[in-house]
């Protein structure tokens, strides 16, 4: 699942880059990718449910929940197949006058990077810009697997049953999805992407410290809930930037790579928390290495970021030219 998952997020990401300008990029990207923290929240209770349905028809609960939840991603992989296209230039559910404004905003802004040094597919592995990126990107993926996989069991310490952990572990993600929209909006809105990359890796961070501060009382699901925010709204502000300076083949490989370089996280902070939780019983000392990742986000991309802002600004084309 891992191998065929691999190409999907930054096949989508690249996709964007084919049909939305990058004056939209952060909101749309923050669209994309506010499946993750809906699938989480809603998924716990959900999940709960689907595992109850164990003996069903012979069938243990966990199959029951392999079916129902890989269902409808082959489902809309068979409408995407015969609906989406390339490229603008052959959407044919798309008016005339729609498809050329597209067409042309989306040439003006290969034109302006074209003009810009280029950089090769093999060049985009070492460029330092994408590793930076990479990094950032570590420490947000760190942060999202180690949630994904303790943050059900930091709610359940709660002394909280089953179901009502389901419900409770709901509650960041909600505020992550809401989060991701807003933020996502706003960095569009004023045309910035770096120190807004800087502000959420530090609230990502803030609320982990939170988090880690009240560990074991309700007060540290407010942190997790301002982590979350943190956390996905990140993820808009990082993903448009790599194609401010990268186009075609070298794009596709510069976001796989800055992809490759943060799902490393996951080997990496999860036998952390696990360690530290069985030397001191405590997710403490976890949450605050968690937020040490956001500090080193946010300390990275004032360092290494100097790609900000959609330089094709919203007006540059007027529609129907």
Not at 26 to 40: E, K, L
Request: glycine share 12%; aromatic share 12%; proline share 4%.
């Amino acid at each position: 699942m891992g191998l065929t998952e691999a190409g999907f997020f930054p096949g989508m990401i690249l996709y964007f880059t084919y049909w939305f300008p990058p004056f939209h990029r952060a909101r749309v990207i923050a669209g994309f990718m506010a499946a993750i923290p809906v699938a989480i929240g809603l998924g716990a209770p959900v999940s709960t449910a689907l595992l109850g349905l164990d003996g069903l028809m012979g069938l243990a609960g966990w199959k029951w929940l392999f079916l129902f939840e890989a269902a409808p991603a082959v489902v809309l992989g068979i409408c995407t197949w015969f609906y989406l296209t390339d490229r603008p230039e052959t959407a044919n559910w798309l008016a005339d006058d729609e498809r050329d404004w597209l067409s042309s905003i989306m040439a003006e802004e290969r034109r302006r990077i074209h003009n810009e040094p280029t950089v090769s597919v093999w060049r985009s592995l070492i460029d330092l810009r994408v590793i930076a990126l990479g990094a950032i990107h570590f420490a947000q993926a760190g942060v999202s697997v180690g949630m994904a996989v303790f943050v059900a069991l930091m709610v359940k310490s709660l002394g909280l049953s089953n179901m009502q952990t389901g419900w409770m572990t709901a509650i960041p993600f909600i505020f992550g999805t809401a989060g991701i929209l807003i933020w996502g909006a706003y960095s569009d809105r004023i045309n910035e992407r770096k120190w807004n990359l800087v502000a959420s890796c530090l609230c990502m961070a803030v609320g982990l410290a939170m988090a880690g501060l009240f560990e074991g009382t309700y007060l540290s699901i407010a942190g997790l809930s301002v982590a979350m925010i943190g956390l996905y709204a990140s993820n808009a502000h990082l993903f448009p930037i790599p194609s401010m300076f990268l186009t075609g083949a070298a794009a596709a490989s510069g976001i796989a790579w800055v992809n490759s370089l943060g799902i490393l996280a996951g080997g990496v902070t999860s036998p952390v928390i696990g360690y530290i939780k069985d030397s001191t019983g405590s997710y403490q000392g976890g949450l605050y290495f968690l937020a040490a990742l956001g500090v080193m986000g946010a300390l990275v991309t004032v360092i290494g970021v100097r790609e900000t802002a959609a330089k094709l600004a919203p007006g540059t084309i007027a529609a129907g030219e």
